[in-house]
């Protein structure tokens, strides 16, 4: 019976994992004087391809293959690779309980305020998501200069000029602001709320939905111009956590319009890991992954985004490496 490989092609058509097959033999150079089908019509000494006028071109770095193998995530080749992995779903899942058991700096200025003040605990996440905390000692220091900017309780009011100019602050690693788009987003933000009746409202949608439910249709509504998936995502992960609003992920929402979620760190590095890039496969299997390693799934966003950065990004959350007992449950799942 035909057998496919983790590219969804069969095993011994495909270029990369045919060579894993016992009978597979060492390619062959081509015959001097040959030329491939693919390179005819190309005049020799030319380059094979050249990038279009502002194409960026990723090379990403990866870890020397040795043998490594797991079903959860097919797409390593490499243990250091999967080693890396294990420490930032740790340091990820960290992070989320101290956020709700013992937050720090911001975090606990939002879960002090979710009671009596849900619309401007709201706000605050938004700026501390938005603006993303800084790696230094001062990790809220920009975050606290957007909040002095709109004293009072409450979220201010979307004709409120001036807001927070982010462009004029110091951002984190994660922020999902653009350069050049000043208070726009944040405006935005203030107006569909408006919109929907009002910040508790917005969030809250029908009062019938589960809080995995309404996670997901706030996340859809919430498509606002300069507010990328990240963003978007953390910010309800925070609201959750925090219990300003009753919000639970049950899917790491890698999917979204053609182009929209390219360039999200968390998506490159999810299509890496799972080996595959169709967005309800690298969800199912992102569930997997953190089924059996006992993890929140939302732990899953910043680990992956983590894991294909250079740096390590704790936005505002100094949680070392993890629990050691959380860390060898991950290794263990990972076969490590």
Known sequence: MPTFCRHNRFIERCPICSRELPQASPLRPATPGTRSRRSSGRAAGTPAQRAAPGLRVRRESRAV??????????????????????????????????IASSPPGVYADIAAAASRDPDGATWASLLLVYLCPLEHDDAFASIRVALAATPGPGA????????????????????AHETGRGPSTLRAFLEWAQRAGGIRAAFTGDTGWTPERRFERVFER?????????????????????????????????????????????VLAAKRVFGIADPLLLDRRARALADEAHVPLAALDLALANWGASERATLGVRAGDGSPVALDRIRAALAL
Do not use: C, K, M
């Not at 097919?74 to 101290?98: C, K, M, N, T, V």
């Not at 963003?231 to 053609?258: A, F, K, N």
């Open 222 to 266: 919430l498509a606002l111009p300069g507010f990328g998936r990240a963003g978007r995502y953390d910010l309800l992960v925070v609201l959750g956590r925090l219990r300003v609003h009753d919000l639970t992920p049950d899917s790491l929402q890698l999917g979204g319009q053609r182009g929209v979620a390219s360039e999200d760190p968390a």
């Open 156 to 175: 201010p009011h979307p004709s409120a000029d001036p807001l927070p100019d982010p462009d004029e602050l110091e951002l984190g690693p994660r922020t």
């Open 65 to 98: 293959e040795d043998g490594y193998n797991s079903a959860l995530v097919p797409g390593l080749r490499a243990s250091a690779d999967a080693e890396r992995l294990a420490a930032e779903i740790a340091f990820s899942a960290q992070r989320l309980l101290a």
